[in-house]
């Protein structure tokens, strides 16, 4: 059985891993409990920091706070159901529970505002193009920051990758 394994072609196996993946993320199970168009956003010229408002300032970038959606989202823009989402939340004085899906490895220290602030690094870089995303992230987006990427671009940058810059 195991050589009729090690007898794929690695294009095939390849080909296999990305289909495994997308049925992964697919699958997750995760709703989010707002339908979040990050597209439909960025049009109205918001930035990541406008909703991610700890990413400069601290190690984890913040989920948006139901005061940041209100500033816009206070009274009706629409007939939309998750904007009336949004008010009813308000009502009760709670935040909006999103589901956080982005995580480092335990080992594994990670500072937004280092890599925001003082590497002015652009949220695509390690998120992807959210200006596009017309659904809520359900799906990690950060599994493929391995720590051989992190190296490599450590080293296109001029950053440190002594061991303890990263592993506290």
């Known amino acids: 059985m195991r050589r009729a394994i090690l007898a794929i072609p690695p294009a095939l196996l390849a ?6 993946t997308s049925f992964r993320e697919a699958s997750t199970g995760i709703v989010q409990p707002i339908a979040f168009d990050h597209a439909r956003h960025h049009e109205e010229d918001l930035a990541c920091l406008d909703c991610h408002s700890t990413a400069e300032t601290r190690p984890y970038a913040s989920l948006p706070r139901i005061a940041a959606c209100l500033v816009c989202h206070a009274e009706p823009k ?6 009336a989402k949004l008010r009813e939340f308000a ?3 709670e935040e909006v529970p999103w589901v956080q899906v982005n995580r480092m490895p335990g080992h594994v220290y990670f500072s937004h505002a280092v890599h925001v602030k003082l590497a002015q690094m652009d949220c695509a870089v390690c998120h992807g193009d959210m200006t596009t995303a017309n659904r809520p992230v359900t799906a990690s987006q950060v599994e493929h920051l391995t720590m051989r990427r992190c190296m490599e671009c450590h080293f296109e940058q001029g950053a440190s990758n002594d061991c303890l810059a990263c592993h506290k």
């Open 15 to 20: 080909g296999l891993c990305v289909v495994a």
């Open 78 to 83: 629409g007939d939309s159901p998750e904007e």
């Open 91 to 93: 009502e009760r004085k």
